[in-house]
């Protein structure tokens, strides 16, 4: 069905920002909801942010206010805008496509993950 590949991760400083891109592909890609979850090890994988077929959105509550999610139906991608990053934040960052939701058991297709690093 839907192929996801994510990019844009990198190292960064405490206070700045990175912009993660998912460029989705295959039948019916636009009809999708996509989601961003983010995984460190020893932990499950943690929701962030995710946005619906009309734009809804919908955040985590440790990125929001600091995280935007938002999509370009015209070239089958969708962004995280990711600002005021901490050490907390790093994480390899996973986007998913499906029927919105904050559970990862719900998404049926994901990218390869990219990883985001925050130095302190």
């Known amino acids: 069905q839907v192929q996801l590949v994510e990019s844009g991760g990198g190292l960064v400083q405490s206070g700045g920002s990175l912009r993660l891109s998912c460029a989705a592909s295959?039948?019916?890609?636009?009809?999708?909801?996509m989601a961003w979850f983010r995984q460190t090890p020893g932990k499950e994988r943690e929701f962030v942010a995710v946005?619906?077929?009309?734009?809804?959105?919908t955040y985590g509550e440790s990125v929001k206010d600091r995280f935007t999610v938002s999509r370009d139906d015209a070239k089958n991608s969708a962004y995280l805008q990711m600002t005021d990053l901490k050490p907390e934040d790093t994480a390899v960052y996973y986007c998913?496509?499906?029927?919105?939701?904050?559970?990862?058991?719900?998404?049926?297709?994901w990218g390869q993950g990219t990883q985001v690093t925050v130095s302190s």
């Open positions: 998913a496509a499906g029927s919105p939701s904050f559970r990862a058991r719900d998404y049926s297709a």
């Open positions: 295959g039948r019916i890609r636009n009809a999708y909801a």
């Open positions: 946005i619906n077929i009309f734009g809804g959105t």
